[in-house]
């Protein structure tokens, strides 16, 4: 796919592009894929009705141009917050809502198929990860009715739900992705789009397209590795407890505790953990864990301040001295990643098997 003569884009802010980092299309996807401006229509906080009635003339203007074309449909994210969102006491978007914004797109994505040469069609993501459940319902309705409409009109769909990483995608405040997620949709749309030009099946074209999208990020496989200091003994239940607590902290200390929102008025609280990819796919995986030792204090120490200057996710670990070491708090253990095993081993590779 060339993208600077290819490719059109209508709808609203997600197809604009908007970059949560710096509310602007910088390091937006449509900004990577170097889509002219004369290509994209997209208007931040548009809906579905707007788009219908040819509001300012912006779906005349998208069709004229959009002969022989790719057309990338974004349309219904903003009706799905915006009824989550009104004033009729916060509850999910209705089926009569769904219905009307649904009857608008279908005839928006008409118009397209009658001139382009194909048509791919947004479903959104939860930008809040659940956190705000009549939004998170919202979305899902209106994700139906969209895949619904593609499928009987013959689009192919790009899920962003399923190919933006949650929280790594997003901060939780804002509906928009940030720059990993705007280059995880860049990367994404190109793979899907060539490959549909090689009439591949679109779930095979949407695994290899995923695939594509994780080794992006992913530089081998992930693993962890948790660095014991032998010279103070421990009993061998004692190391295996302490290596539990590094390997859960190093965890937890990406998460912020006091993000969360109350669950359905209860006091459950949502800990949103903001994980880097090679994290995510380590978590999705087989947990590789290696255990190795230094002798001291002060090697502990060492590694454990290299690895943090190396920008790796790590947690050292202190003992409150309360079984072992008569009452004095000790420093035990730190765990290192989990990260990509490339990074890993230039902090790690050196040290001795426990």
């Not at 229509?41 to 003339?57: K, R, V």
């Not at 001139?115 to 309705?141: M, N, Q, T, W």
Request: hydrophobic share 40%.
């Amino acid at each position: 796919m060339n993208a600077t003569t290819d490719l059109i884009v209508i709808g609203d802010s997600y197809g604009k592009g908007i970059n949560c980092e710096t509310n602007t299309t910088k390091d937006g996807w449509t900004q990577i894929l170097g889509v002219p401006d004369a290509n994209n229509f997209a208007i931040p906080g548009s809906t579905s009705l707007q788009w219908a009635t040819d509001n300012d003339g912006g779906l005349t203007s998208a069709v004229a141009r959009a002969r022989d074309k790719t057309v990338v449909v974004s349309l219904g994210g903003n009706d799905a917050i915006n009824d989550a969102h009104d004033d009729d006491g916060g509850e999910a978007i209705t089926p009569e809502e769904v219905f009307q914004n649904l009857k608008n797109i279908d005839f928006v994505i008409k118009r397209m198929i009658g001139v382009a040469k194909r048509v791919v069609v947004f479903e959104y993501p939860d930008p809040y990860c659940g956190i705000r459940p009549y939004v998170h319902h919202s979305v899902l309705f209106m994700d139906g009715g969209i895949r619904t409409i593609a499928w009987f009109s013959g689009c192919k769909t790009l899920m962003l739900q399923t190919i933006l990483n949650r929280f790594d995608c997003f901060n939780g405040l804002d509906i928009h992705p940030n720059k990993k997620g705007h280059e995880i949709i860049a990367l994404t749309l190109t793979a899907l789009i060539s490959q549909l030009e090689d009439d591949k099946p679109v779930h095979e074209a949407l695994g290899e397209a995923m695939h594509a999208r994780d080794l992006l990020a992913v530089k081998g496989e992930p693993k962890q590795v948790i660095v014991m200091r032998k010279d103070l003994h421990m009993r061998r239940g004692k190391q295996i407890a302490q290596g539990s607590h590094a390997s859960m902290k190093v965890i937890f200390d990406m998460g912020s505790f006091d993000r969360g929102y109350p669950h359905h008025g209860n006091d459950e609280y949502f800990v949103i953990l903001d994980m880097p990819a090679p994290m995510i796919e380590w978590l999705k995986g087989r947990f590789t864990k290696i255990c190795v030792y230094v002798n001291s204090e002060e090697e502990l120490i060492a590694v454990f301040q290299k690895a943090k200057d190396a920008g790796l996710p790590t947690a050292l670990i202190t003992d409150a001295g309360l079984t072992e070491f008569k009452g004095v708090p000790t420093r035990t253990c730190c765990a290192i990643g989990p990260a990509n095993a490339e990074d890993v081993n230039k902090i790690t590779g050196e040290l001795p098997l426990l």
